[in-house]
């Protein structure tokens, strides 16, 4: 079983940087890669980007790519989303997820976080 919370949403201004951080309980998260999605009202849950066990390969949805990045510190069970340069059409909230295996699907990942909402103002 693995626990997660998210921290660091908040409201911004179109161009500035946010830090999102999710940490998990349990001393196996270094065992699970690791995914970040997003939903709008109104809109299904996406994907925003993901990291495998090591952190050593990540991917990215084109619409976030050169401008979001995905870290994790496995010693601190922690994941990180350093979104840079943010957009009003990046306004949502955003979960993390944890899955054995890397995945681009939702409907993939076991655990997931109770989000956290990030508002981005034009």
């Known amino acids: 079983q693995v626990q997660l919370v998210e921290s660091g949403g908040g409201l911004v201004q179109a161009g500035g940087s946010l830090r999102l951080s999710c940490t998990a309980s349990?001393?196996?998260?270094?065992?699970?890669?690791m995914g970040w999605f997003r939903q709008a009202p109104g809109k299904e849950r996406e994907f925003v980007t993901a990291?495998?066990?090591?952190?050593?390969?990540?991917y990215y949805a084109d619409s976030v790519k050169g401008r979001f990045t995905i870290s994790r510190d496995n010693a601190k069970n922690t994941v990180y989303l350093q979104m840079n340069s943010l957009k009003p059409e990046d306004t949502a909230v955003y979960y993390c997820?944890?899955?054995?295996?890397?995945?681009?699907?939702?409907?993939?990942?076991?655990?997931w976080g109770q989000g956290t909402q990030v508002t981005v103002s034009s």
């Open positions: 349990g001393r196996t998260f270094s065992s699970y890669a």
């Open positions: 997820a944890a899955d054995r295996l890397l995945e681009l699907a939702p409907t993939k990942y076991d655990y």
């Open positions: 990291i495998t066990r090591s952190g050593a390969n990540t």
